[in-house]
Nanobody
Framework: QVQLVEAGGGVGQAGGSLRRSCAGS????????RGWFSQAPGKEREFVAR????????SYADSVKGRFTISRDNAKSTVYLQMNSLKPEDTARYYC????????????????WGQGTQVTVSS
């Protein structure tokens, strides 16, 4: 079993930065595939970024490429999402996700989810 606890986020201004973290506990956290998704009101949950386990290969949604950075600290079993050059359209509830096997950008590929926290970007 894997538990994910999120922190950070909150309110930011357009052009500013926020940092999200997601601490994992449970089995083999260092080898988990980890991802971030966002969900705005009335919309489906969307892929934001993802990082692999051993080789830490990253991928990003086109909408955040060049602005957001996903990273991980396996010693702390924590994944981070650095959000720079924020835009009002980044406003959403952000969820971290994890999976023991390969997972990329699809919601259905992840079996473990954090509780989600709101990020609001004002213009």
């Amino acid at each position: 079993q894997v538990q994910l606890v999120e922190a950070g986020g909150g309110v930011g201004q357009a052009g500013g930065s926020l940092r999200r973290s997601c601490a994992g506990s449970g089995r083999t956290c260092s080898s988990l595939y980890r991802g971030w998704f966002s969900q705005a009101p009335g919309k489906e949950r969307e892929f934001v970024a993802r990082i692999g386990g051993s080789f830490r290969i990253t991928s990003y949604a086109d909408s955040v490429k060049g602005r957001f950075t996903i990273s991980r600290d396996n010693a702390k079993s924590t994944v981070y999402l650095q959000m720079n050059s924020l835009k009002p359209e980044d406003t959403a509830r952000y969820y971290c996700a994890a999976n023991l096997q390969y997972a990329n950008s699809r919601y259905s590929e992840y079996n473990y989810w954090g509780q989600g926290t709101q990020v609001t970007v004002s213009s």
